[in-house]
């Protein structure tokens, strides 16, 4: 983690379920992390992690019947040149200041930008009903800012896709609209939850290139949520790797995939899918041993012993593993894992 004076988003202990009439999910389960400003951070695990569960609790957007029981998100803000520090949770979701967070400054690309969209309005209307939500713009104005920002996600002839209705566009262009859509504000922090998961490979590189290119020129901070180990190599800088609702390790991405510890990682490592082998339908990883349990039941101790080849018995299964701090501390890349394998 950098110094604090860079920290955007500071996460601790966050605890998120659904109460279900078939018992609790624990779908966030003490998660932990931070992120500096104009940072790309990974977040990986399998299907089921908690991983869009977390997103949507940082945007106080978790469908009922869940809700953020537990922990902290520290949010510090820019506001001008003021530096102002807020604790997500406790705001309202639905209050104004949270909503003004959301969109302005804290915006979301989801897996089906479809359904990101209302059916029965224009593109156009839609990024501009964003742009004006948040800031004093006169119709004429908001109007010219969403022809740039369609010009600037690389749409082709921006003033006629301003005209059209999200069916009528191609999966990847429309994909490109919601990134519109959600930089329309300048966010310091964009959350992209497997934004490429549904395009063809070409498209998906043309949209991960857009991404970084706009990252770069806005500055902001992007948490990259996908299954897709070589996407996270080409897009993040860091990594936090989630099992059943926690956060199991943190390293720059190099570090993670050249020496990962926790044996968690090492199996999805091993199970990155080979070349040639994407299909169109949203990819899982699958080829670890025996499966995620429900987080209806989370496993005592470390919750991945049932599944782990290196497991001590007596330990493991009883033992809440430590969070460890592995090399040097202050190093500029921290790598921490929770294992008992190295305390
Ligand atoms: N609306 C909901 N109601 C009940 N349980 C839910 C709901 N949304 C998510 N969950 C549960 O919370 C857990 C975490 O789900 P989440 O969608 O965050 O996983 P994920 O890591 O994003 O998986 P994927 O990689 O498939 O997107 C899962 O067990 C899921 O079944
Ligand atoms: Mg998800």
Not at 98 to 111: A, D, T
Not at 143 to 161: D, F, K
Not at 262 to 267: D, E, I, L
Request: neutral net charge; charged residues 20%; contains cysteine.
């Amino acid at each position: 983690m950098a110094n604090d004076e860079s920290i955007l988003l500071d996460i601790k202990n966050l605890k998120t379920n659904f109460y279900l009439s078939e018992g609790t999910v624990h779908a966030v389960n003490g998660a932990s992390f931070s992120l500096s400003r104009g940072e790309t951070l990974g977040i990986v695990g399998e299907s089921g992690c908690g991983k869009s569960v977390m997103a949507r609790s940082i945007l106080g957007i978790v469908p009922a019947p869940g809700r953020v029981v537990d922990g902290q998100i520290r949010y510090y803000r820019r506001v001008g040149s003021i530096e102002e520090e807020l604790e997500l949770t406790e705001l309202d979701p639905k209050g104004h200041l949270m909503r003004s967070i959301r969109g302005l400054e804290i915006s979301m690309v989801f897996q089906e930008p479809m359904a990101s969209f209302s059916p029965v309005h224009t593109i156009g209307e839609q990024i501009v009903e964003a742009i004006q939500l948040h800031q004093p713009f006169t119709g004429r104005e908001a109007y010219h800012q969403a022809i740039e920002i369609l010009s600037r996600v690389g749409m082709p002839e921006p003033s006629r896709t301003f005209d059209r209705y999200p069916h009528e566009l191609s999966g990847g262009m429309c994909q490109r609209a919601m990134i519109a859509m959600a930089l329309s504000c300048h966010p310091s922090l964009l959350i992209a939850d497997e934004p490429t998961t549904a395009l063809d490979v070409t498209t998906e590189a043309q949209i991960l290139r857009l991404m970084r290119d706009l990252q770069k020129k806005l500055g902001m901070a992007i948490l990259f949520i996908t299954h897709n180990l070589g996407v996270i190599a080409q897009m993040t800088e860091r990594v936090i790797v989630m099992y059943l609702g926690r956060v199991v390790e943190d390293a720059d991405v190099d570090t993670l995939f050249y020496h990962p510890l926790h044996p968690y990682t090492q199996a999805l490592l091993q199970s990155i899918p080979r070349l040639g082998q994407r299909t169109r339908d949203r990819r899982r990883l699958t080829s670890i041993q025996g499966m995620v349990p429900h987080p209806y039941q989370i496993p005592p101790g470390c919750p991945f012993h049932p599944r782990c080849s290196q497991q001590i018995p007596g330990v493991c299964d009883q033992q809440n593993p430590p969070w460890l701090q592995m090399g040097a501390s202050g190093a500029a890349r921290e790598h921490w894992v929770r294992c008992v394998l190295y305390a």
